[in-house]
């Protein structure tokens, strides 16, 4: 049988290399200014088009190449970083495996001029799909300058496969920070069609995070420092009360290079533990400097993890390091972050008029008098009615036991509630308005409310079953936009870092279908003049906070399921919570919008909203 196998030709050997190393525009952003870096830049520019589907370039001040070098350097292994095997353990580069410009040439248009500094004249050199199209000699600043135009046009799935012009910017955005955030000592700068996104003067590191990461972040930040044979470490962190619900900006740099570690994060955030809530993450910028030869870095091109031998040391050395900087900058525990819940109006019911219960106590009810009267007058169905309309005796000598208890709360509070377990016997309570709720539905451990039905009882949990309503609602505001708006009489200014600005844009015309109405959007700033009618201003923070931190992962491309997110963050940040006490008349109102929604039975969360138990599964618990 003849020989079968074939060695690929290098063009299709590349593109398969291209597979691993361009994922989408930000990998190629990556590599080139990893490359500029290396190359000793002080000075690297970053144009995109198109959130580099059009045009991704880079323009650096850093060593340049020879003409034979600019040559090869598109070839496949070819690298000026490693020139043997144990150079791998001191890796004082970003890239040594040579195969980036060789797998984007393989994919893309190519074109690149360089010069070194003390040559006259620099070399052009044009690939489009492995293919050198021409090579120049060419007049060009000392440098390199490499452009990438219309990646993946020989490959139209990888095309087809990107996802919004938004979504692959807030990826180029998120590797162009991690890179200029790894060498505040670069000038970095960021244009994206022609308009400037960011300008990063050489810097210290704090500048760096607060160029990056807007003015407020300055007054957050808490340095973190520490030199041990092990590691040296060198950062912030930011004070726990600006601990956020978004996992947003959590960094770690090794020796210059951003990874992601779950095991160290756990250190940085178990060093937060009394000082956050649960649920919150602490912002960090930490940089960790380690011998070269104890990390190994010879992973996978687009992965950001890193193996190093004495994880165990690393994770004490920085729980420790950062708790002794929450320490010594007095940065006391926070206790009580958030308002008291219970003291909100339930959203949806803002606008009605509220009763509030009240205690009839008679002060002539003698409960001996039945006894005495020797005819005992108790309700068959109610065999605990506190009914004051009972035949009284005169007596007011027990009254002294009863003194100061009328205005007593807690007395009131513990009352009603036990009311709440027992059936039927809330009627003297509460006033004869409030009659007509009393039996329907009660409050059960704040939590539940238990209401009849025909064939028994129903109990639904108030939280889900709230954000099943709002959930609906939202969604069909979004969908036939005519939310209505709360006009505010103050517009309402929030600040953002400028990603979450990105974010925020992508969101406005969804946001402004729930009712929000936005007058500004500036570079860290968000004016609100308007917002939805269910939410109230205080609330409108944590709201759109929620909201980026759900949509940091990138928001979904088609119209559905976009709503579909925002309708689930609004309704999960806005809706009664359990612990909450609901007054009579929001109780019924839940209940009755619950079981006007379409799909009543779950929560949008997919939960149940509610149990029903018939009599006769009552009836059997009693046999
Ligand atoms: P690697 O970075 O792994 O060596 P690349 O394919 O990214 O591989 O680059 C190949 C080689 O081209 C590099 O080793 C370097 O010598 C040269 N090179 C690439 N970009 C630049 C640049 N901006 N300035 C100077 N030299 C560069
Ligand atoms: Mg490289």
Redesign the pocket.
Known sequence: MADIIQLLPDHVANQIAAGEVVQRPASVVK??L???I??KSTSITLIVKDAGKTLIQ?I?D????SQT?ARL?FERH????IKSAEDLFQLN??????????SIAAIAHVEMS?KQELDEVGTQIKIEGSKIVSQEVTVTPK??S?SVKNLFFNIPARRNFLKSDQVELRHILDEFHRVAMAHPQIHFALYHNNNELFNLPESNLRQRIVHIFGNKTNEKLVPVIEETEVVNINGFVCKPEFAKKSRGEQFFFVNNRFIKSPYLHHAVVSAFEGLIKDGNFPSYFLYLEVNPSSIDINIHPTKTEIKFDDEHTLYAILRSSVKHSLGQFNVAPILDFDRDDTLDTPYNYQQKQIDTPTIEVDANFNPFAEEMDDQPKMNKNNATSFSSSRPIKKDNSWESLYIGLESDKDFQHNFSSLEVESSEVTGSLFDDEEKEHTGTTYQLHRKYIVTTIKSGMVIIDQQRAHQRVLYEQFLKNITIKEAVSQQLLFPLTLNFSPQDIVLLKELRESLEHTGFAFTNFENEMVEISGIPMNITESEVGILLDQLLSDFQDGIPESGFSQSDMLAKTLCKTIATKTGEVLNLVAQEALVNSLFACTEPTISPFNKPTYVTMTVEEIDKKFI
Not at 62 to 65: A, Y
Not at 93 to 102: I, P, S, W, Y
């Open positions: 590599e080139l990893e490359n500029a290396d190359a880079v650096d850093g060593v340049g190449m070098d350097s070819a690298t000026s970083k580069t970003k890239g040594f495996r040579g195969e980036a410009l060789a360089t440098g390199t490499l």
